[in-house]
């Protein structure tokens, strides 16, 4: 093992474990991850209520172009054959096979929470724990016998309560810096997933770009964002792809666009590694600053001309490696222990 | 909270005429609300059966355990001799041994003890202080006696459910706390924090203080980040701290931070991989150099347990004799050494009468309740005694006395007992309530969470009523 080094001990008001930044940096991604899948689950299910009984194949290549933005089909097709409204939600809402399903978010986040309860607020940690025993004990079934729109609605609301108690218990902080900051990575990475659908999309082939099916499912990719509303009062006019893409990726003002959600990364960023904007000393600063100057410069045709796929491919791996980066940066651990004997030894101590 | 002449206890008076005039719907919804909210605010305690461990609530009895004043002030008391005792004990056995050369209690028990720590003979501790916390079991008698069943000098737990109980009753009877003048219990944590900084190498305002947990797979970690919260500590894991130059330091974002006080909840054989159990990966190497240097304090302190071993127990009345010259105000439980010829002679022949124990068991495993035993069992205990005598005690039974206890519709009699808490620092201080613990089987007399136990929360009386 290489000598590990150790910066300089900055003394200041409040001190944060590593361990803690982490765990409250993962915590918020969790989160953020589960909402954005419940969204893009609901959206989905309700779009594709308007096209049953059309064309066999409709269904399943809908679903799987969402499986590929998610980088899910391969697990998926181990587990399941082919995709359809049922065996999709199953797999992305409860499955704990999948470790991005909502169920696995949420335990993972709620784990990351309860290590560091001590950290939060009482609501925020209640917040987690509720969303928590309120998935335990779900089955896939009893969600589609009921209504699935009100079970995405819970788990939207929860976590929009615990992003804005969050806002309003939680001190500016060291550790507000790391759960924004992870927030909002999580939320960049999303929303090129969300545009990405579209690329997968093959469309039925009567109608060609455009068309009422096109349309629809531009809507559909906006109301995935939340972004529909936003989208109406900024461009009045119909729904236009380029448009679309446009507004997801270059607002300057819409929460979830990746300009907006970049721009507040490399502000958490700068903070967490004490640098500044103008002259970046860390590889996560370089590709932040890089990033964002791709986005404050670029226009929608520039994209289309490199190809929107592959630009959102470039965006998700910069928005990795900022992750990666910051981990590294941040934690002077030593190898990692195995985790069972680990475990074994944590419960033997009681008197 | 019945007399021997079958009347209410006049303390118990006013509780129920409160539950008598409560609509037995209303009483229910009470109930759920309390267990509601344990769950919500994750009060849970984490069972292993298999390699999956699951989470659950401590079972609440919402039925309160009340104790007058004036026997409050006898069990505070008994307690604070007691630990004052303990310590003295402690620093005598690291030091010259002078109760073991005047043969008060014999040495070969005392050296023998699997928690005595030879390495760390005539090693001083920040203040003379070993114990800083211990929670002490307690029982009545039939007589209404209270009675120690043993000490708990290493790391013990249980308390942030003597404060959550409190907190939980609190929010189901919010009216009846004001009238019935119960003493407050939250200054625990407040004492606790001023305990621990009291110890501090470091003397200046204010020392950095963490909380070491094993993880968040122990069964108490709820109460590790709990009192990490109150006190406003860092609650940290092996992991997050290293040593270098004979120094703690933890691992922070900013760099590393030096740590002057430990609070530990890992025993001494995990604490650190150089000096024990090389195997442990929940210490932290090189701690113990750090203590030994005089660079950083441990609570409690290490080679505690050599008192809290049950063999060891059967002398403390004899040690407060011994240090203090005083009579024992909290007596023991009677018990049997295994070790002495005549002793383990009745054990082995009355075994079936006797409650048997090993001598540094907790949770309520390893032992044996005679009266409640079956042919093979008995068998397998008399062969296990027989082998290893120094690794077990024996005690009469003794019936604990019983609290009224809501059981499937219907209030009922059930076994309880008493875990006080005790802290010293610049004082002792004994936090005026504690964890009752109740068994909730029909019968039983195994209290621990572990095996079907629950809580109730202690209400200790400014007044007799």
């Known amino acids: 093992m290489p000598p590990l080094r150790f910066p300089e001990f900055r003394p200041q008001a409040t001190v944060m474990l590593s361990r803690v930044a982490h765990s409250l940096y993962w915590m918020s991604r969790y989160i953020e991850r589960a909402e954005n899948i419940s969204r893009l689950l609901d959206v989905n299910l309700q779009f594709l209520l308007d096209f049953q009984g059309i064309e066999d194949n409709f269904h399943e290549e809908?679903?799987?172009?969402?499986?590929?933005?998610?980088?899910?089909?391969?697990?998926?097709?181990?587990?399941?054959?082919?995709?359809?409204?049922?065996?999709?939600?199953?797999?992305?809402?409860?499955?704990?096979?999948?470790?991005?399903?909502?169920?696995s978010c949420v335990n993972s986040a709620?784990?990351?929470?309860?290590?560091?309860?001590?950290?939060?607020?009482?609501?925020?940690?209640?917040?987690?724990?509720?969303?928590?025993?309120?998935?335990?004990?779900?089955?896939?079934?009893?969600?589609?016998?009921?209504?699935?729109?009100?079970?995405?609605?819970?788990?939207?609301?929860?976590?929009?309560?615990?992003?804005?108690?969050?806002?309003?218990?939680?001190?500016?902080?060291?550790?507000?810096?790391?759960?924004?900051?992870?927030?909002?990575?999580?939320?960049?990475?999303?929303?090129?997933?969300?545009?990405?659908?579209?690329?997968?999309?093959?469309?039925?082939?009567?109608?060609?770009?455009?068309?009422?099916?096109?349309?629809?499912?531009?809507?559909?990719?906006?109301?995935?964002?939340?972004?529909?509303?936003?989208?109406?009062?900024?461009?009045?006019?119909?729904?236009?792809?380029?448009?679309?893409a446009e507004f997801l990726i270059f607002s300057e003002s819409f929460p979830r666009s990746l300009h907006y959600c970049v721009t507040q990364i490399d502000g958490f960023l700068c903070k967490i590694l004490a640098e500044s904007g103008t002259r970046r000393r860390t590889a996560a600063g370089r590709t932040a600053s890089r990033l964002l100057s791709d986005l404050q410069s670029l226009t929608i045709t520039d994209v289309l001309k490199q190809g929107l796929h592959e630009f959102l491919m470039d965006v998700q791996k910069s928005l990795d490696r900022i992750g990666d980066e910051v981990i590294q940066t941040t934690m002077f651990y030593p190898v990692e222990v195995p985790q069972e004997e680990h475990q074994q030894q944590q419960v033997q101590q009681q008197q | 909270m019945i007399g021997s002449g079958g009347q209410i206890r006049p303390h118990y008076r006013r509780l129920t005429e409160r539950l008598n005039t409560l609509p037995e719907t209303d009483f229910n919804s009470r109930r759920a609300a309390v267990d509601l909210a344990f769950l919500r605010r994750g009060v849970t305690f984490t069972v292993y059966n298999d390699s999956e461990g699951t989470e659950r609530i401590f079972p609440f009895d919402i039925i309160p355990r009340i104790i007058p004043a004036?026997?409050?002030?006898?069990?505070?008391?008994?307690?604070?001799?007691?630990?004052?005792?303990?310590?003295?004990?402690?620093d005598d056995i690291y030091h010259k041994q002078k109760i073991l050369k005047d043969k008060v209690v014999p040495a070969a028990q005392v050296l023998s003890a699997k928690h005595f720590r030879r390495e760390f003979m005539n090693f001083s501790v920040p203040r003379d202080i070993y114990v800083h916390m211990c929670g002490t079991d307690l029982i009545r008698d039939h007589d209404g006696r209270y009675l120690v069943l043993e000490d708990n000098l290493r790391c013990p737990s249980g308390v942030s459910y003597m404060l959550e109980n409190r907190a939980a009753m609190r929010r189901a009877f919010p009216n009846l706390f004001q009238s019935y003048g119960v003493r407050p219990v939250a200054g625990y944590a407040d004492s606790l924090l001023k305990a621990l900084r009291f110890i501090s190498p470091r003397r200046t305002e204010k020392p950095t203080v963490v909380l070491?947990?094993?993880?968040?797979?122990?069964?108490?970690?709820?109460?590790?980040?709990?009192?990490?919260?109150?006190?406003?500590?860092?609650?940290?894991?092996?992991?997050?701290?290293?040593?270098s130059d004979a120094r703690v330091f933890m691992r922070t974002t900013a760099g590393l931070m030096p740590v002057d006080v430990i609070y530990r909840r890992i025993d001494d054989d995990f604490i650190d991989p150089l000096v024990f159990r090389e195997d442990s990966v929940l210490g932290v190497p090189g701690l113990v150099s750090a203590y030994r240097e005089g660079n950083v304090a441990l609570a409690n302190a290490i080679g505690t347990g050599v008192a809290d071993d049950k063999v060891v127990y059967a002398y403390v009345p004899k040690m407060i004799k011994y240090y203090l010259d005083q009579e024992p105000i909290l007596p023991n439980v009677p018990t049997y050494l295994a070790t002495n010829p005549s002793e383990r002679k009745f054990i082995l022949e009355n075994i079936a009468k006797l409650v048997v124990k090993s001598a540094n068991e907790a949770g309520g495993y390893?032992?044996?309740?005679?009266?409640?035993?079956?042919?093979?069992?008995?068998?397998?205990?008399?062969?296990?005694?027989?082998?290893?005598?120094?690794?077990?005690?024996?005690?009469?039974p003794v019936?604990?006395?019983?609290?009224?206890?809501?059981?499937?519709?219907?209030?009922?009699?059930?076994?309880?007992?008493?875990?006080?808490?005790?802290?010293?620092?610049?004082?002792?201080?004994?936090?005026?309530?504690?964890?009752?613990?109740?068994?909730?089987?029909?019968?039983?007399?195994?209290?621990?969470?572990?095996?079907?136990?629950?809580?109730?929360?202690?209400?200790?009386?400014?007044g007799e009523a």
């Open chain 2, 212 to 243: 070491l947990t094993p993880g968040v797979f122990n069964s108490a970690y709820f109460e590790h980040s709990f009192l990490a919260r109150q006190m406003g500590i860092p609650i940290v894991e092996g992991r997050d701290l290293l040593v």
């Open chain 1, 62 to 103: 809908h679903w799987d172009s969402i499986l590929a933005s998610l980088e899910d089909r391969a697990l998926f097709g181990t587990i399941h054959g082919a995709a359809d409204s049922r065996n999709v939600t199953d797999f992305l809402a409860l499955d704990l096979r999948n470790p991005n399903s909502i169920l």
């Open chain 1, 110 to 244: 709620r784990e990351n929470a309860r290590m560091i309860r001590d950290q939060i607020s009482a609501e925020m940690w209640e917040t987690i724990n509720e969303l928590y025993l309120y998935l335990k004990d779900r089955s896939a079934t009893e969600i589609w016998a009921t209504s699935p729109y009100e079970f995405f609605q819970d788990i939207k609301r929860h976590s929009h309560l615990f992003q804005g108690l969050t806002e309003s218990t939680y001190s500016r902080s060291e550790g507000w810096e790391f759960i924004q900051f992870g927030k909002l990575l999580e939320r960049a990475d999303k929303t090129t997933r969300i545009l990405d659908v579209k690329y997968h999309i093959i469309l039925p082939s009567v109608e060609g770009v455009g068309g009422a099916v096109d349309t629809a499912q531009w809507q559909a990719v906006l109301r995935s964002a939340s972004a529909l509303e936003s989208y109406h009062r900024f461009y009045v006019h119909e729904i236009l792809p380029w448009k679309v």
């Open chain 2, 70 to 90: 004036s026997e409050w002030k006898t069990l505070e008391a008994g307690l604070i001799q007691r630990i004052t005792a303990l310590n003295l004990f402690l």
């Open chain 2, 366 to 396: 390893g032992m044996l309740i005679g009266p409640a035993a079956n042919k093979e069992e008995i068998t397998e205990f008399r062969k296990k005694v027989a082998a290893n005598p120094r690794n077990f005690i024996a005690q009469d």
């Open chain 2, 399 to 462: 019936m604990l006395s019983r609290s009224p206890t809501w059981c499937d519709g219907s209030l009922e009699g059930r076994h309880i007992d008493l875990r006080p808490y005790i802290l010293y620092g610049e004082k002792i201080t004994v936090t005026p309530g504690g964890l009752t613990r109740v068994a909730l089987r029909k019968g039983s007399l195994v209290v621990n969470s572990s095996q079907g136990g629950g809580s109730k929360d202690t209400w200790v009386l400014q």
